[in-house]
T-cell receptor
Framework: AQTVTQSQPEMSVQEAETVTLSCTYD???????LFWYKQPPSRQMILVIR??????QNATENRFSVNFQKAAKSFSLKISDSQLGDTAMYFCAFMKQLNNDMRFGAGTRLTVKP | NAGVMQNPRHLVRRRGQEARLRCSPMKGHSHVYWYRQLPEEGLKFMVYLQKENIIDESGMPKERFSAEFPKEGPSILRIQQVVRGDSAAYFC????????????FGQGTRLTVV
């Protein structure tokens, strides 16, 4: 079974600064996908960024980027130029290829302070 | 294009009653996942359904809980004889197909058992 671990229950960052959220996972699969989802107070789950395990290049989406270390099974999210609207719960998720089996970490509550 | 629709958004049930949660996936999507989220926790996998089939129900309690995704109509998560511990937010996510990795989430149903 796949497990996803987010070791930081809460984090805070000053507006305009950079913050990194950690995620590690455990799997015996070689092909899989990793995701970061954001859940603001509205509870809507919003996809932030996605990484295919077969790609060595780290995914980037505007102010959001990941550091994917396949050998270490690590998938951290970096948020640059933090904005107040980034305040939310952030969930790391793992999906086995081809069967949509998606599992989530426990989440990190990020607060961006003005 | 309507997104994933879950209803009701809020549901209050007395202990011992039945709760029915509905999820209408994105148009053209035939794969549905149900997750449970307890306060301050991540999403816990419950069940994975395709049209008319349960693919994986390993995350769902064996008693009182059932799920279906009929050929026509929404997916239903049914909880019989609810107890206070069933109080949680229940999320549905839909995928277009087995090899499609983009999950679309509904806004969840918050179940409160009084």
């Amino acid at each position: 079974a796949q497990t996803v671990t987010q070791s930081q229950p809460e984090m805070s960052v000053q507006e305009a600064e950079t913050v990194t959220l950690s995620c590690t996972y455990d799997t015996s699969e070689n092909n899989y996908y990793l995701f970061w989802y954001k859940q603001p107070p509205s509870r809507q789950m919003i996809l932030v960024i996605r990484q295919e395990a077969y790609k060595q290049q780290n995914a980037t989406e505007n102010r959001f980027s990941v550091n994917f270390q396949k050998a270490a099974k690590s998938f951290s999210l970096k948020i640059s130029d933090s904005q107040l609207g980034d305040t939310a719960m952030y969930f790391c998720a793992f999906m086995k290829q081809l069967n949509n089996d998606m599992r989530f970490g426990a989440g990190t509550r990020l607060t961006v302070k003005p | 294009n309507a997104g994933v629709m879950q209803n009701p958004r809020h549901l209050v049930r007395r202990r011992g009653q039945e709760a029915r949660l509905r999820c209408s996936p994105m148009k053209g999507h035939s794969h549905v996942y149900w997750y449970r989220q307890l306060p301050e926790e991540g999403l816990k996998f419950m069940v994975y359904l395709q049209k008319e089939n349960i693919i994986d129900e390993s995350g769902m309690p064996k008693e009182r809980f059932s799920a279906e995704f009929p050929k026509e109509g929404p997916s239903i998560l049914r909880i019989q004889q609810v107890v206070r511990g069933d109080s949680a937010a229940y999320f549905c996510a839909s995928f277009k197909g087995a090899e499609n990795t983009e999950a679309f989430f509904g806004q969840g149903t918050r179940l409160t058992v009084v």
